[in-house]
């Protein structure tokens, strides 16, 4: 499982939404086109993307074992799609 995220460079930037979502839909296209052309012992590989917007929450979790997480509704979203 991965995930991409891209973040907002201001605040108050028209497009800086849009610019976001472009970088992580670069991102996901490229991902796609590599996969589609990879077999791994004659299977074929396969990925599915989802994509929203909105604000999240980061933070390392774990005690003898760190792992770096995001939560919020747009990660919830995005998940699902």
Do not use: P
């Amino acid at each position: 499982c991965y995930m991409c995220v891209a973040m907002r460079d201001d605040q108050d930037e028209a497009g800086a939404e849009a610019m976001a979502c472009a970088r992580v839909l670069h991102v996901a296209t490229s991902m796609h086109a590599i996969i589609e052309s990879q077999q791994i012992s004659g299977a074929t590989l396969c990925m599915r993307a989802g994509m929203h917007c909105g604000s999240v929450v980061s933070g390392i979790i774990g005690k003898t074992k760190f792992c770096y997480d995001l939560w919020g509704d747009a990660v919830n979203v995005a998940s699902r799609m």
